[in-house]
């Protein structure tokens, strides 16, 4: 965070500094107590208790409520911030610390993708830009302010992921980040138990446009039939697109599947460039898109952004190949498990087992469906047969929904089975598994069992 003047930040929340408290250098702003030190601005949300008797240990500690609290009398008063209304002051606290920074920031949104896409962009620009970025596949709300504030005069780019999982999100997403680019990779069900219709999740993602206060660069997945739907009308700012579609800005080609990667071939402004991605499935060559389309906005050279996609390390539990003991092969794909993200895997998998390998699914529930979990439930549970899944595990009450539309679908009865626990898991795979098995593991619970399994079955 850069140090600021605690004048200058109650100046921008339309707050008159009294003279104790001008002069006073802030150097952490935080709404989390256990961060409260020496030079902290503290955002009193929920009507929290505040920790006055440690906070008296400190110099310079200064606390913004809406409302008094327990032994605030033992406080100076000019520690005290009093306002009417606290998120107010503390967007406006956001917009003013984010406008310290003219630089391009880039928000990438999506079903699925986001990490992904985060990730290799951040991989072509760490090399040449100091690069601020979300971590790993953390973007829940409660993170934001820490990535907001890990930008700072060094800072040459920022590439934040902004989720969706309620009503609000993206809206105040935005008002930490206001980005300058905005990306969406692809919509498809998810987070429907708290966004009770499909059309209001594409709404609310669709507000990034909004968020971007309908100017910059908006990167859309052209091969995408719900982001098609989307009303563009308002936005000001120029509009690129990435996919197969013969009219996308960033048109894919062809692409191949290796052992470990894709390559593939990408056309942009008349010329034709080859590459290769670490990370199996088609999904990642249009990740690989999007992060090339946004390379390119923000002035890389594109032969440079392959190659440096090339020795990109792809995500852990992303459809990770691993090595596994007895001549078997194990897929990690336990990130996430939605309708969009479990239909690529198993294509994947499908696309890449030998014909040889029993192709064998180990599924968890998938989360947040409401309302739609039904038709997802059966619509997969087809899925798995006509891929030619060799044999269906499931892993928790909710998975057994998998089980009778893939049979319905074709898949032999005899070949389902299903678990409660990982030790169950880990005695029937000893006698079961055989050399030359491909066992691909999904789930949507944050379940360790499945962490647990894979560990033992490893090599």
Known sequence: MKTLLLEN???????????????I?????????????????????????????????????????????????????????????????????????????????????????KSTTKEMLKHILEETHNVQATISSKNADYYNLSYLLGMDEETDVAVFETAVSKKGDMTQSCKYFYPTIGIMTMIDVDHTDQIRSFQDYLAEKAKIMEGMNNEGTLILNSDDPYLSTIDTSKFKGEIMTFGKNKNATFRIKKYEFHTSGMTFWIKYKQKEYKGYIPGLGEHNVYNAAA???????????????????????HMGSHFQIIEGRKQITLVDDTWKSNPASLRKGLETLSRVALPSQRKIAVLGRMASLGKYADEEYEKAG??????GVDILITKGFIAKDFQKPAIEAGLDPNHIYHFSEADEMKRFFDSFLIPNDIVYFKTGGNDSDFDDVIDYLKR
């Not at 707050?15 to 408290?21: A, D, E, R, V, W």
């Not at 032969?303 to 390390?313: C, D, E, I, T, V």
């Not at 087809?382 to 891929?387: C, N, Q, T």
């Open 25 to 113: 250098r802030i150097k952490t702003v935080t709404d989390d107590r256990s961060e409260i030190e020496s030079h902290t601005l503290y955002f009193r949300w929920n009507n929290k208790e505040v920790p006055v008797n440690r906070i008296k240990n400190y110099t310079n500690v200064f606390i913004v409520t809406d409302t008094s609290f327990s032994d605030m009398e033992k406080l100076n008063s000019e520690q005290i911030i009093m306002v009417k209304d606290l998120k107010e002051s503390f967007f406006k606290f956001t917009f003013y610390y984010r406008h310290l920074f003219h630089i391009p920031v880039v928000a990438i949104t999506g079903t699925c993708g």
């Open 382 to 387: 087809h899925l798995i047969a006509e891929l």
């Open 9 to 23: 930040i109650l100046t921008a929340m339309n707050i008159q500094p009294n003279k104790k408290q001008k002069g």
């Open 291 to 313: 992060s090339l389309a946004a390379a390119a906005i923000l002035g890389v050279n594109l032969p440079y952004a392959l190659k440096r996609l090339s020795s990109y390390h």
